[in-house]
Nanobody
């Protein structure tokens, strides 16, 4: 299973960006999609998760500003980021966990997309 992110870039403080992450390969079901981010010198941080049933969880640092969603027909997850702050600058990675078949599980990571928030 492969994940490909897109949508990163340079944005001014207060602006918005929408990240996408498309999964491809042998996919029977994707149970959870998550977004992580890693700023220079920092550990990778879990910021949002969405389950197959649509349940969502956010890190306190992004609650109320970021929204995670998924399109199960397209095996794609999105991250709508509003009211961006300089401290949101990081490489954003998506992660998917699920099944390739009824008895084979997978966990996959995307290569990351850079988000830079600066004036």
């Amino acid at each position: 299973v492969q994940l490909v992110e897109s949508g990163g870039g340079l944005v001014q403080p207060g602006g918005s960006l929408r990240l996408s992450c498309a999964a491809s390969g042998s996919i029977f079901r994707i149970d959870t999609f998550s977004w992580y981010r890693q700023a220079p010198g920092n550990q990778r941080e879990l910021i949002a998760t969405i389950t197959s049933g649509g349940g969502m969880h956010y890190a306190e640092s992004v609650e109320g500003r970021f929204t995670i969603s998924r399109d199960n027909a397209k095996n794609t997850v999105y991250l709508q980021m509003n009211s961006l702050k300089p401290e949101d600058t990081a490489v954003y990675h998506c992660n998917a966990n699920g099944r390739e078949s009824s008895w084979q599980y997978f966990g996959a990571w995307g290569q990351g997309t850079l988000v830079t928030v600066s004036s």
